[in-house]
């Protein structure tokens, strides 16, 4: 999703731009993720007026290019599942949906504030809207950069053994961006998985967002995700661990014992979300660095390389703000629209010190 945005807001100023893509567009997280949106939970933070912008960007996409990837504004509620053993049990759910004993507790967002895309449908249409401007799509893994004699300078990367020439190159390879700080002194990026449950629900369920506290038999206090969709599916989500990345995006898979467990939690939430209407039962690896802020901007010893990742629980929010201030970072060579200070990679140690570079 990163760099298919970037790649449309470059395209858009009538800059030749080529994404290479190593499995497919919207091969990992950026398909598997919830989709969810919200205009100030950043607030506070760095990421308040990156994710303000990418809101409002996301709000007026669906007017300039081709497709519906779901774009719906909604409501989002917080709550908690009580215990068997509590008086509360057999009470209704305020959301008629729900199984008994679902306590809905507060309104964290309301239609001016909260909203929700289908990533992977997302992605392919901002793709193919860069396209339209001209980008060109090409299958290949990037195995490395190419740099000039002066060691500084990009030439270009390096595509199944070939040079691909580039004046200007942009790592946006979620958390495979790990491998090319072993190319360039980029700070450490790592995987973070989660599993995810897709339910074919239709029109069951209403298209409000859920933040649900659960406690397991272990006594262990689970957060639930649960996303309605525009498309009739509802994504669920929930436990984050740092299993090990596979090297191969497609062999991403998630853990049996984990859709089992998030399984049995679903069971509860609601009769509708029986084993039958799963569509997809996965996982994905969210990009995160060491400071929990993305990497967005110029790498530190380079010219023309660039670098946007570690998006972290919102690369789907905030794709498009950071298509459009990288664009105009590498167009102008400043950002006018946003702050990009706080994502600055040379505020991380790099990972390895300054890599041998060839010619
Ligand atoms: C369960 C879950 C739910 C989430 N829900 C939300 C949500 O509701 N809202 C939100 O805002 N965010 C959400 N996120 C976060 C969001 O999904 C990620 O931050 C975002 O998708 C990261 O996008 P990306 O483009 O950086 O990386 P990715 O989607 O991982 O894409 C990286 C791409 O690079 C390609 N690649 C890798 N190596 C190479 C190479 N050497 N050469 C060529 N191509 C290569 C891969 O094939 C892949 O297509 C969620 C994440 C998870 C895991």
């Known amino acids: ?148 004699a002066d060691r500084l300078t990009v030439r270009g990367v390096e595509v199944g053994g070939a040079l691909l020439e580039a004046d200007t190159v942009v790592i946006a390879m979620g958390p495979w961006s790990l491998m090319a700080a072993a190319w360039l002194d980029l700070p450490a990026v790592f995987g973070q998985r989660s599993p995810s449950l897709v339910y074919d629900t239709g029109t069951d369920v209403k298209a409000d967002a859920l933040f649900l506290e659960y406690q397991e038999e272990s006594g262990a206090i689970v957060s639930v995700e649960v996303f309605p969709r525009g498309d009739g599916s509802t994504h669920i989500t929930a436990f984050s661990n740092e299993a090990p990345l596979p090297l191969e995006p497609a062999a991403v898979t998630p853990d049996p014992s984990e859709i089992d467990r998030l399984q049995a939690i679903c069971g509860r939430l609601s009769p509708v979300f029986r084993s039958e209407r799963i569509t997809a039962r996965q996982a994905c690896f ?63 140690r790099p990972l390895h010190p300054p890599p041998l570079r060839s010619d």
């Open 1 to 148: 999703m990163i760099g298919a945005c970037i790649a449309y807001f470059l395209a858009r100023r009538g800059i030749d731009v080529i994404v290479i893509e190593r499995t497919e567009v919207a091969a990992a997280a950026s398909s598997k993720a919830g989709g969810f949106l919200a205009l100030d939970w950043c607030a506070g933070t760095p990421l308040d007026e990156l994710a303000r912008r990418s809101f409002q960007l996301h709000a007026a996409l669906p007017d300039e290019i081709a497709g519906d990837w779901g774009y719906q504004r909604m409501t989002a509620y917080s709550g908690f599942v009580v215990g068997d053993r509590d008086a509360r049990r057999h009470t209704p759910a305020k959301l008629a949906w729900l199984a008994s004993g679902i306590v809905i507790a507060d309104r964290l967002g309301t239609p001016a504030t909260t909203a929700i895309v289908h990533p992977r449908k997302f992605t392919s249409a901002i793709m193919s809207a860069a396209q339209k401007h001209g980008a060109e799509l090409r299958a290949g893994q990037v195995t490395g950069i190419v740099w000039s």
């Open 286 to 348: 969210r990009p995160v660095t060491q400071d929990g802020l993305p990497l967005i901007g110029k790498v530190p010893q380079s010219e023309g390389a660039y670098v946007a990742t570690g998006h972290s629980v919102w690369g789907i929010l905030n794709a498009p703000a950071t298509g459009e201030a990288l664009a105009e970072l590498i167009a102008e060579g400043v950002s006018p629209t946003l702050d990009l200070m706080p994502f600055d990679p040379g505020r991380l």
